[in-house]
């Protein structure tokens, strides 16, 4: 049975779900590195379709599935899961890692741009202000990461293609600006675990045939099992947990307001970067959390006249 939560645990969980994104976004590069991308898609699925088997049950209390239900649904799995990967795959290979960051700075600003078209939310003008200091600190998180001709986020063949990357990193943005919108339709309509469980599944069903092409010419045995592990819990975290969280918390917060916690993303990948990874924390990077911080709170603090959200 789904529960409503509080206005702060909601908060709480909209933070720890992109904060997982970026967790697992940093932690995952070995994973593309030994296993192509669609047949790491099409695990992933897997794995989390076989631990939500049992959340694919319709509850009692559930209405039956409309056909604008299923088809939010499709959408969701289509837009978030499917198109934002292909999109920010491709696109970073042909642009930079900075580009696509300060790019990337405009996801909570199209959340809210779609919130106000789609679902009529007002946006406040605390709103818009935490929306600002967000996109500042992914600039300056994006600007204060070094190049690197060598690394993998380096441009890839010919520069001219850049404005191609550039316009495939935007659509990515689209594409997790639609996630977010159409989950907050979804919310009211069934609880986080069915959502989770059905968007999974048609996840799935969409990379099959990439996954079954790429499985046929791939040596799994080349596999460390080390990565087998990582696998395991980027399938979870991926393609559960993170879900479930955000589902959990757009049931009673508007999707403009949870589109500032989208910032939590690049946050939470630099933090892992410098835990876990050795590098390094220059001064634009810490001004970039202050200013991403001061997003968050001005996006959370309750306002006292008890108008807007």
């Known amino acids: 049975m789904s529960f409503t939560p509080s206005r702060p645990l909601a908060y709480a969980c909209l933070a720890l779900s992109m904060s997982l994104v970026g967790s697992y976004v940093a932690l995952s590069k070995p994973l593309a590195a030994a296993i192509p991308v669609f047949l790491l898609a099409w695990l992933r699925f897997g794995i989390g379709g076989l631990a939500m088997l049992h959340w694919l049950r319709k509850p009692a209390n559930e209405p039956p599935l409309t056909p604008r239900v299923r088809g939010l649904l499709f959408l969701e799995s289509f837009l978030g899961n499917f198109l934002f990967s292909i999109c920010m795959l491709y696109g970073v290979s042909l642009t930079s890692a900075v580009s696509a960051g300060v790019i990337m700075a405009a996801i909570p600003a199209v959340v809210a741009l779609l919130s106000g078209v789609f679902l009529r939310e007002p946006i406040t003008a605390r709103i818009w202000a935490a929306i600002a200091c967000s996109a500042l ?88 099992p080390g990565i087998w592990t990582l696998l395991v819990f980027y399938a979870l975290a991926a393609s559960v947990w993170t879900v479930w969280l955000w589902m959990t918390g757009l049931k009673v917060v508007p999707a403009a307001q949870a589109g500032v916690f989208t910032v939590m993303l690049p946050v939470s990948a630099a933090a892992v970067g410098v835990v876990f990874l050795g590098e390094s924390l220059g001064a634009l990077q810490v001004t970039a959390f202050v200013a991403a911080l001061a997003g968050v709170l001005l996006a959370t603090l309750p306002v006292r006249s008890g108008a807007g959200h």
Do not use: H
Not at 151 to 157: D, L, Q, T
Not at 188 to 212: C, D, H, Q, Y
């Open 137 to 224: 600190g992914i600039g300056l998180m994006a600007f204060g990461r070094p190049a690197d001709p060598g690394a993998g986020s380096a441009p890839v063949g010919d520069a001219s293609w850049a404005w191609l990357g550039n316009l495939l990193v935007f659509a990515a943005v689209v594409c997790e600006a639609s996630y977010a919108v159409i989950g907050k339709a979804l919310t009211g309509a069934m609880g986080p675990k069915r959502i989770t469980s059905l968007i999974n599944l048609w996840g799935f069903a969409l990379v099959t045939p990439f996954g079954l092409y790429a499985a046929w010419r791939f040596d799994f045995g080349s596999v460390q």
